[in-house]
């Protein structure tokens, strides 16, 4: 009688199969955990950068922060807007948001602004804010509203010594006000009727400097 032999696994063999598979895969999910953590933060380090330079260019032509993300992508009528100042836009997938509202967790960003610091933030991985985890960059305008302010004040002033130099000696006295002197500056044509010569970057009225003299010789910004 032939003996006919059947090839398989044993269930001992079937037994031990399972076991290293599962070791196998109880070692990979914590190192594949890691690696697509670590790929999320890098991906949303780089779009928060991607954001800094665009803020700071809407910063450069609008001389404020924007409100929100999809500011630097939709017009949001504030003067001076030029964008938009994100290539590339997608929206994505899993919110259905624009794809620079969200990090890489799709998660939104959160965007807010104090004095003249702008901050935009992610939560990290652990969806939580305040922790350890978070990422953020920081655009401060204090720079560019000086710089700004500077290029302002030095065509003022130079207008304001022109006409001095020319009216000294039948017309010298200029108002004591800056609003008043600007608006004779304009008048006489040493000044462009630009409403940016009647305050700084910041908004805040210019102001002759010494208050009250006569005639105005200097007009200054209380922010430098």
């Not at 598979?21 to 070692?27: D, K």
């Not at 609008?62 to 836009?89: F, K």
Request: aromatic share 6%.
């Amino acid at each position: 009688m032939r003996v006919t032999k059947q090839s398989g696994f044993s269930l001992l063999e079937m037994v031990v199969v399972v076991a290293i598979m599962s070791i196998i895969v109880g070692a990979a999910i914590p190192v594949t955990s890691k690696v697509m953590t670590y790929q999320a933060r890098k991906a949303t380090r780089e779009e928060l950068g991607a954001l800094s330079d665009a803020a700071a260019e809407y910063l450069r032509d609008t001389l404020v922060h924007p409100s929100t993300i999809a500011d630097l992508v939709i017009d949001p009528s504030v003067s001076g807007w030029s964008g938009p100042y994100l290539p590339g836009v997608v929206d994505d997938s899993l919110s259905g948001k624009i794809g620079y509202e969200v990090d890489a967790w799709s998660r939104d960003y959160s965007v807010s602004s104090s004095a003249d610091v702008l901050t935009i933030s992610s939560q990290g991985e652990d969806g939580t804010w305040s922790t350890s985890d978070d990422l953020e960059i920081e655009v401060d305008a204090s720079p560019l509203r000086r710089s700004e302010t500077r290029d302002r004040l030095a065509i003022a002033n130079n207008a304001v010594q022109r006409y001095n130099a020319e009216k000294a000696p039948s017309d010298p006295i200029l108002p004591a006000n800056w609003t008043s002197a600007r608006s004779i500056l304009i008048s006489a044509g040493y000044l462009p009727n630009d409403s940016r010569y009647q305050t700084d970057a910041w908004g805040d009225d210019l102001v002759e400097d010494p208050v009250g003299g006569l005639p105005v010789v200097k007009v200054d910004s209380a922010n430098l």
